[in-house]
């Protein structure tokens, strides 16, 4: 058990889902493992279909129909969510673990005042007597920086701007002070510079020290905000965990972590379209139909015979790790450019 | 004005309202004003970016161009020829000439169809080739010029992944070899990793096609990286524009400034009802973190500093000598 170090909040080992498709049986989650702090904001980058949603939900064990989970441990404040029964997880969702939607506007009842939606979740989950409820929602309210808390409680969500909503369900989420958020690409659907605050609340929920906070993301620019710790995920597994003073400094250990971070354009660059981006070759392949090696090899610049045959080991160097057989650690290297 | 100079599009005063359901039959009725005194040019070989935030009215102005849309009020001139006048055939044989590229690969491609009857099918339409054969080889240079391979001819959209829709829905638009793409978000929908592979086709069909791009994102980094000059929209109405680097690294407007990351302060955000912003005062007023009283007076004026080929719709520099009432309203001249 983890009870011997009590800063680690949570800690994936050797996670494993698998999903009966048409295609065949697929591992859209494959031998997970990692840990959050307590205090730490750690982020899972990935693409889409690399597993990062479906990692957030099985720390919920929200998994899909079908799906099996054949290995691992899921262990939250020293106890293996895997093995607990519905009652008891009911207990852990949403009060001590709880979940940040992409879409506000969708995980949001329309017909019903935000009041009474949050004040459902303090009449469900605690004995608190209904004359202090909407007090402590209206705290609440207020410390998700919503400007105007009262009103705001008697609102419907449509009178609400993307901000605002995403601010309530935040509102929601710390509502019973639970110790680990999940925050899965909580800005995608809000205007940049109202993204940058939301990035600034969520960060701020891990400074009381005793929470976590899982930040689920493809945008590395937001990732660089939040998070102290990045994961990168390619193809289920988790390819890469890097301190992120590490992987935005000296630069990431996979090649994949690398390439991504170096097909972006950088937003203050001098460079513009002249220089082609350096874009990763090919795509993403499939999950049903995997390369017998590492799943990056035939996009990485990197790959000998040996990648392309042999699944590749974990490399740690220091608080960074790789699952790679040539981590590398020179700064921004030299990706291949594609026209 | 010789043809090099003229630009290859520009709008003039663009407005489009749309009528807003309720009312009923005595009431009076609303309307919502998407895109209001939007006025830019796009010169030959040139990538305008167009930014702003969902609702900006950002589609729109695309669709108007496009002539998708016709607009309320105001002008699409397309190479000396005012769009929004001509109809009918003379329409279509302009269409050629200007093509789009759209956000959802997946809802844009007829499923039913193979990617070579999909990018072949302009040609067919507009007679640039009339043999099956010949269709067939010029049909194969497309998909090989986006990045695809003959053998791609006989798939359906379904079979190919995100990318490689986006890249047959490309090489449809380039087809006619048009003069002008419209591009709406096109990569928003892809991977990172794909994304910069489209990027760099647009770039390089800017590069040796010649070109010209409208480029609709939200993505600052992608429109600095990619285009000439760049049209901030908030609210419809054009807040700032300019030399895409000029405007970038030195941001006037509050909202740029906001978008660039330069400002430090924070924008307020306002119920979307109760915090409307009045059709006659400045569209970011609710959320200005540097608004002045005169702002809460008058429109602000659409202000020019024709040294940098810049413009601004803001009271804060108004009165600052390099800032000079723009002559012909918020039109900015095309510089290729």
């Given amino acids: ?339 | 004005m010789s043809p090099e100079s003229s630009p290859l599009l520009e709008t003039r005063g663009l407005v489009r309202e749309f009528d807003l359901p309720g009312g009923g039959l005595f009431g009076r009725r609303k309307t919502l004003t998407a895109v209001s005194d939007v006025s830019f040019s796009i010169g030959k070989g040139e990538i305008l970016g167009l930014v702003g935030e969902s609702g900006s009215g950002k589609t729109t102005i695309g669709r108007m161009v496009m002539r998708l849309l016709d607009p309320t009020r105001g002008q699409v001139i397309f190479d000396g020829l005012d769009l929004t006048r001509l109809s009918g055939r003379s329409l279509r044989r302009q269409r050629r000439r200007f093509q789009m590229v759209f956000q959802d690969p997946y809802a844009s491609l007829n499923p039913r169809m193979r990617a070579g009857e999909i990018v072949g099918e302009p040609l067919l339409i507009h007679g640039l080739a009339p043999s099956v054969r010949e269709r067939r080889e010029k049909v194969s240079r497309l998909l090989e010029r986006v990045g695809l391979s003959g053998h791609d001819l006989e798939r359906y959209p379904r079979e190919f992944s995100g990318g490689g829709r986006q890249r047959i829905g490309i090489a449809r638009a380039i087809a006619c070899q048009p003069d002008l793409l419209v591009a709406d978000e096109p990569i928003a929908s892809l991977d990172l990793s794909i994304g910069a592979q489209i990027i760099n086709l647009f770039s390089s069909l800017n590069k040796t096609e010649r070109m010209s791009l409208l480029f609709i994102s939200h993505d600052l980094s992608v429109i600095r990286y990619l285009s000439d000059r760049v049209v901030v929209l908030y609210r419809g109405r054009m807040v700032e524009s300019g030399p895409t680097r000029t405007v970038l690294d030195a941001p006037v407007h509050p909202y740029t400034r906001l978008l660039a990351g330069t400002s430090s302060g924070t924008p307020s955000e306002t119920q979307n009802g109760a915090g409307e912003p009045s059709a006659s005062l400045c569209p970011f007023l609710t959320r200005c973190p540097e608004a002045l009283p005169v702002c809460r007076e008058s429109m602000p004026p659409s202000l020019e500093n024709s040294e940098s080929g810049r413009q601004v719709l803001c009271h804060l520099v108004a009165g600052h000598s390099s800032w000079k009432s723009s002559a012909s309203p918020s039109l900015i001249q095309g510089s290729p």
């Fill in chain 1, 1 to 339: 058990m983890a009870e011997g170090d009590d800063r680690t909040l949570l800690e994936v080992r050797h996670l494993s889902v698998l999903i009966e498709t048409r295609e065949g049986m697929i591992r859209p989650v494959s031998d997970v493992s990692f840990a959050i702090g307590r205090g730490e904001a750690v982020a899972l980058v990935g693409e889409s279909g690399s597993g990062k949603t479906l990692t957030g939900l099985s720390l919920l064990c929200l998994f899909p129909p079908g799906a099996t989970v054949p290995s691992g441990e899921i262990l939250f404040e020293g106890q293996d969510l895997l093995r607990l029964d519905a009652a008891a997880l009911r207990m852990i969702r949403g009060q001590r673990i709880s979940m940040i939607f992409q879409e506000p506007q969708s995980a949001l009842n329309p017909v019903l005042t935000i009041g009474t939606q949050i004040s459902e979740l303090f009449k469900s989950h605690t004995d608190l007597p209904d004359s202090q409820v909407r007090e402590r929602v209206i705290e609440r309210l207020r410390s998700a920086g919503l400007p105007d808390p009262e009103r705001v409680f008697k609102s419907y969500p449509h009178q609400l701007s993307g901000g605002m909503r995403q601010r309530v369900m935040i509102a929601m989420a710390i509502a019973l002070d639970p110790h680990l958020v999940i925050a899965d690409e909580p800005t995608t659907a809000l205007d940049p510079t109202v993204a940058l605050q939301i990035l600034a609340l969520l960060s701020s929920i891990r400074e009381s020290r005793t929470k976590g906070l899982l930040f689920i993301s493809h945008d590395l620019a937001h990732v660089r905000r939040v998070s102290d710790r990045v994961l990168v995920m390619y193809a289920g597994r988790i390819v890469e965990d890097s301190p992120a003073s590490r992987f935005f400094g000296d630069g990431p250990l996979h090649p994949y972590s690398l390439a991504l971070l170096s097909s972006r354009p950088s937003g203050t660059g001098e460079t513009g379209r002249e220089t082609p981006l350096p874009a990763i070759l090919g795509q993403v392949p499939p999950l049903w139909n995997l390369p017998p090696g590492c799943a990056f090899a035939p996009r990485c610049p990197r790959a000998d015979d040996r990648c392309r045959t042999d699944q590749p080991p974990w490399q740690s160097e220091g608080a960074s790790g790789a699952l790679c057989f040539y981590p590398h650690h020179s700064p921004l290297g030299a990706p291949q450019h594609v026209a």
